[in-house]
């Protein structure tokens, strides 16, 4: 079967990274639809972008509401889980993403959470300078805005946004949809991570892991490409915020003294960043792959370039990979 028109639907296909898996898929002639509560592209999409964005069928769905997307991914070739939670206090998007007012988007990063953070106010000290700076207004409601589509939740406000519900039943809850509704075998992107970040909590990573443990036992029903990225920048600077923008510079100087001078002896610390772009094609070549399955690592996502659709050295999974396969669950 030739790749042009296979169907692949992103869960948070207007978020950070799904929006950069739906542009992978449409340049790689396949049928792409992007599910999200919104339904909308990006409102910060570039020019550019927006070219390949005509392609897409940006849909509304809820990923907790399987009767919402059923009829899409029924005849799914792949289907990409994009969502999820770094921190279980949701101020931090608005830090990552954020253009102008560091300091008050730093305040309600460490404010303890209540409720639904999606509904909260910014601090006050942030919405008095908001008011004398409505492009910094902007920008925090833009941010808002993307962290609604990727972040999916119910009509009600949801009380349990925890690293279990956000970044392990919400995929459980698409994957095992997908078995009961597609019988093809789709491949099934999930979004996982390389490892734990500094000063984020261990439920974090562990989240990750067993999710990757139980979509592993879906098979053969499903074909897992379990894609295990860093922190992530995207290659237009612009889309970046000043936050990312700023980490991305100090991780790429740590990551080279790191290799240069300590001979990766930091390597269990310093991580260098992937572009979202880079782990998009990843996640779109491995699900077209139809004898691959596991994990995708981040140094191999890093040091092995792909080149017209296909690797440029190296077998599907390398001998470090096949050992990540044995997957164990955590407790």
Same mark, same amino acid.
């Given at each position: 079967m030739s790749i042009f028109g296979k169907k692949l639907v992103v869960f948070?296909?207007?978020?950070?990274?799904g929006r950069r898996i739906c542009e992978a898929g449409v340049k790689r002639g396949m049928q792409v639809l992007s599910v999200s509560t919104s339904g909308?592209?990006?409102?910060?999409?570039? *020019?550019?972008?927006?070219?390949?964005?005509?392609?897409?069928?940006?849909?509304?769905?809820?990923?907790?509401?399987?009767?919402?997307?059923?009829?899409?991914?029924?005849? %799914?070739?792949?289907? %990409?889980?994009?969502?999820?939670?770094?921190? *279980?206090n949701q101020n931090y998007k608005k830090v990552v993403r954020s253009t102008g007012d560091?300091?008050?988007?730093? *305040?309600?990063?460490?404010?303890?959470?209540?409720?639904?953070?999606?509904?909260?106010?910014?601090?006050?000290?942030?919405?008095?300078?908001?008011?004398?700076?409505?492009?910094?207004?902007?920008?925090?409601?833009?941010?808002?805005?993307?962290? *609604?589509?990727?972040?999916?939740e119910d009509e009600e406000p949801i009380m349990d946004m925890t690293y279990d519900r956000?970044?392990?039943?919400? %995929?459980?809850?698409?994957?095992?949809?997908?078995?009961e509704c597609n019988k093809q075998k789709p491949a099934f992107i999930y979004i996982s991570a390389d490892r734990g970040f500094p000063g984020v909590p261990s439920g974090y990573i562990e989240s990750k892991r067993q999710a990757e443990y139980e979509l592993y036992q879906l098979q053969p029903a499903i074909r897992p490409v379990l894609m295990?990225?860093?922190?992530?920048?995207?290659?237009?600077? %612009?889309?970046?915020?000043?936050?990312?923008?700023?980490?991305?510079?100090?991780?790429?100087?740590?990551?080279?003294?790191?290799?240069?001078l300590f001979r990766n002896a930091l390597d269990g610390?310093?991580?260098?960043?992937?572009?979202t772009q880079t782990v998009a094609k990843w996640a779109v070549e491995k699900a077209l792959d139809e004898k691959f399955h596991g994990p995708v690592l981040m140094d191999q996502m890093l040091h092995i370039k792909l080149e017209n659709g296909g690797q440029k050295s190296g077998n599907n999974i390398s001998k470090d990979s096949k050992k990540e396969t044995r997957t164990k669950k955590n407790n």
């Amino acid at each position: 079967m030739s790749i042009f028109g296979k169907k692949l639907v992103v869960f948070g296909g207007n978020g950070f990274l799904g929006r950069r898996i739906c542009e992978a898929g449409v340049k790689r002639g396949m049928q792409v639809l992007s599910v999200s509560t919104s339904g909308k592209m990006p409102d910060t999409a570039t *020019e550019s972008d927006r070219e390949w964005m005509k392609e897409v069928s940006w849909n509304h769905g809820d990923v907790f509401r399987p009767e919402s997307y059923t009829d899409l991914i029924k005849d %799914a070739f792949g289907v %990409a889980h994009s969502i999820g939670i770094l921190l *279980e206090n949701q101020n931090y998007k608005k830090v990552v993403r954020s253009t102008g007012d560091m300091f008050g988007l730093i *305040e309600s990063f460490f404010a303890q959470p209540d409720g639904n953070p999606m509904k909260r106010s910014p601090p006050k000290s942030s919405q008095l300078k908001n008011k004398k700076d409505k492009k910094t207004k902007t920008a925090q409601k833009q941010a808002l805005n993307e962290q *609604e589509d990727e972040i999916q939740e119910d009509e009600e406000p949801i009380m349990d946004m925890t690293y279990d519900r956000m970044n392990k039943q919400s %995929a459980l809850v698409l994957a095992q949809t997908l078995v009961e509704c597609n019988k093809q075998k789709p491949a099934f992107i999930y979004i996982s991570a390389d490892r734990g970040f500094p000063g984020v909590p261990s439920g974090y990573i562990e989240s990750k892991r067993q999710a990757e443990y139980e979509l592993y036992q879906l098979q053969p029903a499903i074909r897992p490409v379990l894609m295990r990225p860093g922190f992530m920048y995207d290659e237009k600077s %612009a889309n970046n915020g000043m936050f990312r923008n700023t980490l991305k510079d100090a991780l790429s100087v740590g990551s080279t003294v790191n290799r240069t001078l300590f001979r990766n002896a930091l390597d269990g610390l310093v991580r260098p960043p992937i572009s979202t772009q880079t782990v998009a094609k990843w996640a779109v070549e491995k699900a077209l792959d139809e004898k691959f399955h596991g994990p995708v690592l981040m140094d191999q996502m890093l040091h092995i370039k792909l080149e017209n659709g296909g690797q440029k050295s190296g077998n599907n999974i390398s001998k470090d990979s096949k050992k990540e396969t044995r997957t164990k669950k955590n407790n």
